[in-house]
Every structure is written in structure tokens, then in C-alpha cells.
């Protein structure tokens, strides 16, 4: 009964030390918008074990690092404007997410609009 125990334990134990996969990978990220339709935006992202950037959907991802450890700057042109999407691929899914401020944005009309903090990037592992 006793060994029946220990194992049951042992079992819980090792699951409740899962948070969630790691090792490298990629995170989606998606820039929210307060409203208005996007067809582009930069981005500095910052973060340890970033490995590169690539658009997802209609986005295309170009990217720099910015001569900061860690720290890249990404532009992000979509060929129809709407949902701004890229993928960062990361050394370890694990890890932290990383930090990500918005610089600039276009209207899908291609004007430039105010970078506030309206706009924000949320990640989500893939």
C-alpha cells in the first residue's frame, strides 16, 4: 500500500512540474488594433533566446537586430490590409515572452498613424 502510494505521488509530482512545452519552437504573435484597419507596423522586440521573425498570413516580417543584446527592430507589411501576423521563433517555448513595443503603424491606406498604447503585440505558443 504503501509503495501504491509513493508512486501515485511521485506520478502527481512530475505532472504538476509541466508548464507547458519547451524546448525551441515558434510564438504567434498578433498585433491588437483599438481600430482601425492596419497594412503595416514596426516593432522593437526584445527578448533572450529570439532566433528569428516570419510573417504569417497575408504579413510579411522583416527584421534587424538594433546593436542592443537582445533587441530587434521588425517591420511587418501585410498585402491585404486587416490582421497583423507574425511568428517569433525562440530557442525555448518555456522562456518568457517576449517584450514588444510598437513604434510605428500604417492605415491600410498606407498613411501613418500614432503609435499609441492602444496597440499591443499578444503572443500564443503554435
Partial sequence: MRRRAFVVFAFLSLGACDS??????????????????????????????????????TTHAFFAPTGVDNTYRVALLSETPGTIQFQVSVQDLGAKKPAVSVVSVVSGGNLPLPATADYRVRFSKK
Fill in 20 to 57: 507547458g512545452p519547451s524546448g525551441p519552437g515558434e510564438l504567434n504573435g498578433i498585433l491588437e488594433t483599438p481600430g482601425p484597419v492596419l497594412g503595416g507596423a514596426v516593432l522593437e522586440v526584445v527578448g533572450k533566446g529570439i532566433t528569428g521573425f516570419s510573417g504569417s498570413g
